[in-house]
């Protein structure tokens, strides 16, 4: 039997940071895991749940959740120099070890700690497919079952990102045998979305989306065809690499991002991942189309891969969202602290992107909430129909303590480091206590054996 009994939640918060600015008093009434009704200056009453200052939680846009147990292991240069390539040699070997178990287990610790760190939903850029030979399992989304099952174990949001994958270079090269997990013709991968549906289908706000890896492993025909069979959102790898750059110059003539606008209709659901090497005319481009760059600065300053022209980017109006991406380190704050020091660094000035008034802090907090939900496939903010994700901030922190409004955002991401956060609530429900995943132990536990396993 099913139990149809609408659960309600309400929240009191001493203050919180509404789609409008900051509010006192303020009690969120949630329904079913989703916002119901917002009312500030309202007095605390029995049966609400008192939480101290709150924002909404933040999405990740893209994340390799498996790549979570191979941080720090490929931080060894060469004789002849380390770059984006020779690490991606050593993932293709790292994944010959993993099997679904495992896998499994990597994927709950990943999203454990996105939740701790103030993610509340997680785009999972999913193209381990298959078996460590190349084989097929009986279950097509047998591997997606598993990243729905790590989320639904931690509690993380999910919007499942298979991934089409069927060449090593442009112009259809054949895929090289450490590719083999990955692969699929278009027939085996729209079997592959139907199976995923199925994984999700006791997730209800689980949110199905697909992803060309990239130009490099999708012809203009097999690109043509996944943008028609899109159920959701669209992500894709692009222009991370000037080597890849180059490779789309010689191929089309075009550069990666100028190849795509002239022969796809990018819109509003796309997320164009890294575009990190992007001229002046693609910056307008992606601006103007209203698709979200997703930009990943912790694992594009571990690779190498260079800057995003931000800066041009905002002024043209860009919508932007952060993701976790290679998970060498799990951490929302880091993410934004480091999009915009790298610009300063770059423009050597200070507070180079918030236009207008607004705090870096706050500004940066909230358009990547908005843009990371615009490709997510969910509504962002404390407001009436989205989710009741709430991120309480700890004022006992040493870096919070005494500040007040923007000041607390930006004390945050700029100054504080582990603790911020003393609870984070997903759909209503709390995930994390004290900074700590109420399931940490099992959930570490499991973790720990498994990576035993694969580095033994």
Same mark, same amino acid.
């Given at each position: 039997?099913?139990?149809?009994?609408?659960?309600?939640?309400?929240?009191?918060?001493?203050?919180?940071?509404?789609?409008?600015g900051?509010?006192?008093?303020?009690?969120?009434?949630?329904?079913d895991?989703?916002?119901?009704a917002?009312?500030? =200056?309202? /007095?605390?009453? %029995? $049966?609400?749940?008192?939480?101290?200052?709150?924002v909404? #939680? @933040? !999405?990740?846009l893209?994340?390799h959740?498996?790549?979570?147990?191979?941080?720090?292991?490929?931080?060894?240069?060469?004789?002849?120099g380390?770059?984006f390539?020779?690490?991606?040699?050593?993932?293709?070997?790292?994944?010959?070890?993993l099997?679904?178990?495992?896998?499994?287990?990597?994927?709950?610790?990943?999203?454990?700690?996105?939740?701790?760190?103030?993610?509340?939903?997680?785009?999972?850029?999913?193209?381990l497919?298959?078996?460590?030979?190349g084989?097929?399992?009986? =279950?097509? /989304?047998?591997? %997606? $079952?598993?990243?729905?099952?790590?989320?639904?174990?931690? #509690? @993380? !949001?999910?919007t499942?990102?298979?991934?089409f994958?069927?060449?090593?270079?442009?112009g259809?090269?054949a895929?090289?045998?450490?590719?083999?997990?990955?692969?699929?013709?278009?027939?085996?991968?729209?079997?592959?979305?139907?199976?995923?549906r199925?994984?999700?289908?006791?997730?209800?706000?689980?949110?199905?989306?697909?992803?060309?890896?990239?130009?490099?492993a999708?012809?203009?025909?097999e690109?043509?065809?996944?943008?028609?069979?899109?159920?959701g959102p669209?992500?894709?790898h692009? /222009?991370?690499?000037?080597?890849?750059?180059?490779?789309?110059?010689?191929?089309? #003539?075009?550069?990666?991002v100028?190849?795509?606008?002239?022969?796809?209709?990018?819109?509003?659901?796309?997320?164009?991942?890294?575009?990190?090497?992007?001229?002046?005319?693609?910056?307008?481009?992606?601006a103007?189309?209203?698709?979200?760059?997703?930009?990943?600065?912790?694992?594009?300053?571990?690779?190498?891969?260079?800057?995003?022209?931000?800066?041009?980017?905002?002024?043209?109006?860009?919508?932007?969202?952060?993701g976790?991406?290679?998970?060498?380190?799990?951490?929302?704050?880091?993410?934004?602290?480091?999009?915009?020091?790298?610009?300063?660094l770059?423009?050597?000035?200070?507070?180079?992107?918030?236009?207008?008034?607004?705090?870096?802090?706050?500004?940066?907090?909230?358009?990547?909430?908005?843009?990371?939900?615009?490709?997510?496939?969910?509504?962002?903010?404390?407001?009436?129909?989205?989710?009741?994700?709430?991120?309480?901030?700890?004022?006992?922190?040493?870096?919070?303590?005494?500040?007040?409004?923007?000041a607390?955002?930006?004390s945050?991401?700029?100054?504080?480091?582990n603790?911020?956060?003393?609870?984070?609530?997903?759909?209503?429900?709390?995930?994390?206590?004290?900074?700590?995943?109420?399931?940490?132990?099992?959930?570490a536990?499991r973790?720990?054996?498994?990576?035993?396993?694969?580095?033994?």
């Amino acid at each position: 039997m099913h139990d149809n009994t609408r659960k309600s939640v309400r929240f009191h918060a001493a203050r919180a940071l509404l789609p409008d600015g900051w509010a006192q008093d303020v009690r969120i009434d949630s329904v079913d895991g989703r916002i119901s009704a917002v009312t500030v =200056d309202a /007095a605390r009453e %029995a $049966g609400d749940q008192p939480l101290g200052t709150v924002v909404a #939680g @933040l !999405g990740n846009l893209h994340s390799h959740a498996f790549q979570r147990a191979m941080a720090g292991l490929t931080e060894v240069g060469g004789r002849s120099g380390d770059s984006f390539w020779s690490w991606r040699e050593l993932m293709y070997r790292f994944l010959d070890r993993l099997d679904p178990d495992d896998f499994q287990a990597i994927a709950a610790q990943a999203y454990m700690e996105m939740l701790e760190s103030g993610f509340t939903r997680v785009g999972e850029f999913h193209y381990l497919h298959h078996a460590p030979d190349g084989s097929r399992y009986a =279950d097509p /989304a047998e591997m %997606a $079952g598993r990243v729905a099952a790590a989320a639904a174990e931690t #509690g @993380l !949001g999910l919007t499942l990102l298979p991934v089409f994958y069927a060449h090593s270079d442009f112009g259809g090269a054949a895929p090289t045998p450490g590719q083999r997990r990955f692969l699929h013709d278009i027939d085996g991968f729209a079997a592959l979305l139907g199976s995923c549906r199925k994984a999700l289908a006791a997730t209800p706000d689980a949110v199905l989306g697909l992803a060309p890896h990239s130009l490099r492993a999708c012809t203009p025909e097999e690109l043509a065809a996944l943008t028609a069979m899109a159920p959701g959102p669209i992500h894709i790898h692009i /222009a991370e690499q000037t080597r890849e750059v180059d490779a789309c110059l010689a191929w089309s #003539g075009q550069r990666p991002v100028e190849w795509l606008y002239a022969n796809v209709p990018v819109d509003q659901r796309w997320c164009l991942v890294h575009a990190t090497h992007v001229s002046p005319d693609e910056v307008r481009l992606m601006a103007d189309s209203g698709a979200v760059v997703g930009l990943c600065p912790i694992t594009e300053a571990n690779l190498g891969d260079g800057l995003f022209p931000m800066r041009a980017f905002v002024e043209a109006g860009g919508r932007f969202g952060v993701g976790s991406d290679s998970n060498v380190l799990i951490d929302a704050a880091e993410e934004l602290r480091l999009l915009e020091y790298g610009q300063r660094l770059s423009m050597r000035g200070r507070n180079v992107l918030s236009p207008g008034a607004l705090s870096t802090g706050r500004w940066l907090y909230q358009q990547a909430g908005e843009g990371a939900a615009q490709v997510l496939g969910e509504r962002s903010g404390l407001a009436v129909g989205a989710p009741a994700d709430l991120l309480e901030l700890d004022l006992d922190h040493p870096s919070l303590h005494g500040r007040e409004g923007d000041a607390l955002l930006d004390s945050w991401l700029f100054a504080a480091r582990n603790g911020a956060l003393r609870s984070v609530w997903r759909n209503g429900r709390e995930l994390v206590r004290d900074g700590r995943h109420v399931n940490r132990a099992a959930i570490a536990a499991r973790y720990r054996a498994a990576l035993g396993r694969i580095l033994a």
